[in-house]
């Protein structure tokens, strides 16, 4: 199961943290990650972690701006939004999915369990 929380408006200019309590899915082996849905556009995917390493992925547009961590002994993973755009404004999802393939994050359709998405208003 997985719970976001953390949206909200934000100005133009400004930061915002999301987090997403992630059950079951800290453990080794999953992407875990923030995928965005503006309205009237398909998924997004913004920033993805392979649990159980350092390795991070970051979409273009968000590199540099966004990060992206987890917190083993809380179950929580964060996304840290910061020099928020008016393009940024979207539906913020966390997803997750079990897949051996440390190397090669899977396209935001492919993510098997969602959580219902928090707002962030730009």
């Known amino acids: 199961q997985l719970v976001e929380s953390g949206g909200g408006s934000v100005q133009a200019g400004g930061s915002v943290r999301l987090s997403c309590v992630t059950s079951?899915?800290?453990?080794?082996?999953?992407?875990v990650a923030w995928i965005r849905q503006a309205p009237g556009e398909g998924r997004e995917g913004d920033a993805s972690?392979?649990?159980?390493?350092?390795?991070?992925y970051y979409a273009d547009s968000v590199e540099g701006r966004f990060t992206i961590a987890q917190d083993d002994a809380k179950n929580t993973l964060y996304l840290q939004m910061n020099s928020l755009k008016p393009e940024d404004t979207a539906m913020y999802s966390c997803?997750?999915?079990?897949?051996?393939?440390?190397?090669?994050?899977?396209?935001?359709?492919?993510?098997?369990?969602w959580g219902r998405g928090t707002q962030v208003t730009v």
């Open positions: 079951g899915f800290i453990e080794s082996g999953n992407y």
């Open positions: 997803a997750a999915i079990t897949l051996n393939a440390p190397w090669c994050p899977p396209p935001a359709d492919r993510f098997s369990v």
């Open positions: 972690i392979y649990t159980g390493t350092d390795r991070t």
